[in-house]
């Protein structure tokens, strides 16, 4: 399990940078494995671990709690009273956060399409 030192937040260094930026900080934990995936499957509603275990094809349940816990620490989920994990109001305004980047995603996939002829 994660201590609370190892999980990102904003104003202390993080991997890649020092300077305790809440953008670098927001980036290395997205940018965690599987951390980005956890949160999209919870985006329509929550999900015990078993079911997010089973979404995430791949995911190993050691990795799984970890991303649980440090996404629980960061705020950005919560546990429900039944156990399982939902999106706080900071998890669900993160998705909003993440749609022009979502947009910009599909332009470039669309370009890519059609340099490359695929």
């Given at each position: 399990?994660?201590?609370?030192?190892?999980?990102?937040?904003?104003?202390?260094?993080?991997?890649?940078?020092?300077?305790?930026?809440?953008l670098?900080?927001?980036?290395?934990?997205?940018?965690?494995?599987?951390?980005l995936?956890?949160?999209?499957?919870?985006?329509?509603?929550?999900?015990?671990?078993?079911?997010?275990?089973?979404?995430?094809?791949?995911?190993?349940?050691?990795?799984?709690?970890?991303?649980?816990?440090?996404?629980?620490?960061?705020?950005?989920?919560?546990?429900?009273?039944?156990?399982?994990?939902?999106?706080?109001?900071?998890?669900?305004?993160?998705?909003?956060?993440?749609?022009?980047?979502?947009?910009?995603s599909?332009?470039?996939?669309?370009?890519?399409?059609?340099?490359?002829?695929?």
């Amino acid at each position: 399990m994660p201590s609370a030192r190892s999980v990102p937040t904003p104003g202390a260094a993080v991997r890649g940078s020092r300077t305790g930026r809440p953008l670098m900080a927001a980036l290395d934990l997205l940018g965690r494995r599987w951390a980005l995936r956890i949160l999209w499957e919870l985006r329509d509603g929550p999900l015990g671990a078993r079911p997010l275990l089973a979404a995430c094809d791949g995911l190993s349940s050691s990795v799984l709690y970890e991303r649980l816990r440090e996404l629980t620490v960061t705020g950005l989920i919560v546990q429900t009273e039944s156990g399982g994990y939902q999106l706080s109001a900071q998890g669900r305004s993160l998705g909003a956060a993440l749609e022009p980047l979502d947009q910009w995603s599909t332009r470039w996939a669309r370009s890519e399409a059609r340099r490359t002829g695929r």
